[in-house]
């Protein structure tokens, strides 16, 4: 199917950086998610929030269970790379693991959420070795709503004790204004050029086993390298208005994707069921991807505007010895 694409492409310069910095972030407003008014406003604010501890200490190990069994099945591997369960072909385990935290993730969820507006599908493993190719530089998920109208969120959901040692998330503030564009998901280059600004400006977020770490799918974030002495391990959710389709764009040609194929899952699929690869999605048609003109000053700045009108974000700035690789 090919299709008008959906989304204007203007590119994203710096007068337009900035002018979304004051902008209220489109969503929020209109999909009545969370059961704590507080969450939203840190949402709709920094695009992030950090709750207490939201698993207890049963969950988290039968959760803990579920990862170790699916890191054992994995292929050895000769670096520390971070891995996760998500890939575009599901493997068998991947498919077991996603049956398992079904049952054991979503439920210790729902008292965030408000059941009768929000659907939660568990997502994936997050799981880094301890090592120096462990970290995470920093980039933003594909969009996995239509962002001029919904917001899709990820629940972060923390199994083990982890500092900034232990590589941590880092998330920019406020960046989730800068980035409500059609994405495809990326870990490259892409923001490479802006890495001294994006580290300048981001905040740690330390956090214990069984807190949920709740961030707008716009978010730039990433994660330092594990420089502890075990695995650091998390599992994930994403949180959509209820009925609402799931879309990932899947870019289209080699090099920095410029339009992408709008993949749709079914909004009534029901989560029990197998979830079919990204691949096997209905094909929505071709959309445009809008490219990044902006330097790091640019960045700079709209960071600086974003701190000075929305102080408190939490977590800390970066150490001297903390690093995403």
Known sequence: ??????????????????????????????????????????????????????????????????????????????????RTSYAPVHT????????????????????????????????????KPAGPDSGLRSHQDASLVDERSAVGVVAWVALTDMTA??????????????????RVSTTTDDFEHLRPAI???????????GQVILFDNALIHGSLVNRGAGPRIAVSAIITPDGMRVTIPVAVGDGVPTHATLRGSDPHRPLDEPSPPVSEWEDLGTIALRPL??????LDAACRLHARLYPGAPGHPMGPGDATG
């Open 1 to 82: 199917m090919t299709a008008t694409p959906q989304y204007a492409a203007p590119p994203i310069r710096t007068a337009h950086l900035l002018a979304r910095v004051p902008t209220r972030r489109r969503g929020y407003r209109n999909h009545r998610a969370f059961a704590d008014p507080a969450v939203t406003r840190d949402l709709a604010r920094h695009g992030y929030h950090v709750t207490d501890q939201i698993l207890d200490a049963e969950q988290v190990a039968a959760l803990l269970d579920v990862c170790t069994r699916w890191e054992a099945l994995q292929p050895p591997a000769g670096d520390s790379r971070f």
């Open 293 to 298: 003109t902006f330097g790091p000053r640019g």
């Open 92 to 127: 068998q385990s991947a498919l077991a693991a996603r049956a398992e935290l079904l049952d054991l993730l979503v439920p210790g969820l729902r008292p965030l959420v408000h059941d009768d507006t929000t659907r939660i599908s568990p997502a994936a493993i997050q799981y």
């Open 165 to 182: 040692a232990d590589g941590a998330l880092l998330v920019l503030p406020g960046s989730h204004r800068y980035g409500a564009w059609a």
């Open 199 to 209: 580290e300048r400006h981001s905040r740690v977020l330390p956090v214990r086993a």
